[in-house]
């Protein structure tokens, strides 16, 4: 079993940067790999960034390459979403979610567990 609790979310202006963690819970984080999707309302949930287990393999949607960053420290259980350049259209909330076998994948069904979310809302 593992718990997820994102944090680091806020309210910011377009061009803005923000930084969200996920802190999981139990002894095997470092198996799990993780990714980070997001909902905005209205919208169905979609694939932002993964990152296996070991940190050697990312995944990013389109529309967020070359802005967003994921990384991992399996010392602290903690992955994290460095996310620069923030445009309006990356509000949603966003989630961290643990897959134990089969690698990254931007399918969400394919995911274990979830954490509750946290909201994130650029202002232009």
């Known amino acids: 079993q593992v718990q997820l609790v994102e944090s680091g979310g806020g309210l910011v202006q377009a061009g803005a940067s923000l930084r969200l963690s996920c802190a999981a819970s139990?002894?095997?984080?470092?198996?799990?790999?993780m990714g980070w999707f997001r909902q905005a309302p209205g919208n169905e949930r979609e694939f932002v960034a993964g990152?296996?287990?070991?940190?050697?393999?990312?995944s990013y949607a389109d529309s967020v390459k070359g802005r967003f960053t994921i990384s991992r420290d399996n010392a602290k259980n903690t992955v994290f979403l460095q996310m620069n350049s923030l445009k309006p259209e990356d509000t949603a909330v966003y989630y961290c979610?643990?897959?134990?076998?089969?690698?990254?994948?931007?399918?969400?069904?394919?995911?274990?567990?979830w954490g509750q979310g946290t909201q994130v809302t650029v202002s232009s």
């Open positions: 979610a643990a897959r134990r076998l089969g690698g990254v994948t931007t399918t969400g069904t394919l995911y274990d567990y």
């Open positions: 139990g002894r095997t984080f470092g198996v799990y790999n």
């Open positions: 990152i296996s287990w070991s940190g050697s393999a990312t």
